[in-house]
């Protein structure tokens, strides 16, 4: 059993940054963000799997960098010139399959954090 603690949400202005991080609490392959805005799917945003391989959603890639601290068994989402749509709960999951991480049926996930972008 794997448990994930998602930090680093919060309130920013429109073009500000965040950094989330995503501690689990073993060692595993695969691991990644979903968000969820109100009213609308969950979505991937990225993952990443210990060897370093990373797949972005289409809309994040540019503004969002995944990236992992395999010691510390922990992923990090830095984000960029934040708008108010990226407004929305991100998840962190995580899963030894990278495509059930991406797919989003992925055995583990975080309680999620909370992140409003102000316009």
């Known amino acids: 059993q794997v448990q994930l603690v998602e930090s680093g949400g919060g309130l920013v202005q429109a073009g500000g940054s965040l950094r989330l991080s995503c501690a689990a609490s073993g060692s595993i392959n695969a691991m990644g963000w979903f968000r969820q805005a109100p009213g609308k799917q969950r979505e991937l945003v990225a993952a990443i799997t210990s060897g370093g391989v990373i797949n972005y959603a289409g809309s994040m890639k540019g503004r969002f960098t995944i990236s992992r601290d395999n010691a510390k068994n922990t992923v990090y989402l830095q984000m960029n010139s934040l708008k108010p749509e990226d407004t929305a709960v991100y998840y962190c999951?995580?899963?030894?399959?990278?495509?059930?991480?991406?797919?989003?049926?992925?055995?583990?996930w975080g309680q999620g954090t909370q992140v409003t972008v102000s316009s």
């Open positions: 999951n995580a899963d030894p399959s990278v495509l059930r991480v991406v797919v989003g049926t992925s055995e583990y």
